[in-house]
């Protein structure tokens, strides 16, 4: 096949030029193959910017791994805090019954005896 003045496509993409007819030798000169150079380059610059995104995302994903367990913990904290303070008003309305029902012991009791009834005084201390 004849190409651009004189020159024939060889093997590879090679182009082959056409020796004058006295000689028997051929000069080849390779083509460069501009296609697989720019596809390179371009996978190179896409594995890089990939690859920055890719750390950045994960940064960002320990960082969130990290409040993850914070908040975690500060909600662990406040479960325990109102687990206690449950505890302290089962306490106190348990404490206010008794002295209720002590009070009212003691009203009964003066209203059958002619006394004066005793008022329960709450505990030392508050």
């Not at 089962?90 to 009791?109: D, I, P």
């Amino acid at each position: 096949m004849l190409g651009f003045r004189g020159m024939k496509r060889g093997l590879g993409g090679a182009d082959v030029t056409d020796a004058p007819e006295g000689r028997g030798n051929a000069v080849v000169r390779p083509r460069r193959p501009w296609t697989l150079i720019v596809a390179s380059l371009l996978l190179a610059f896409l594995s890089a910017v990939l690859w920055t995104k890719w750390s950045e995302t994960r940064a960002r994903a320990e960082r969130l791994q990290q409040e993850v367990k914070q908040v975690y913990g500060e909600a662990e904290s406040l479960r325990t805090q109102a687990a206690m303070a449950q505890q302290r008003v089962a306490l106190l309305e348990q404490q206010v019954r008794a002295l209720t029902a002590e009070r009212g012991k003691a009203v009964n009791a003066a209203g059958k005896g002619g006394q004066k009834p005793r008022t329960a005084r709450p505990p030392p201390g508050r």
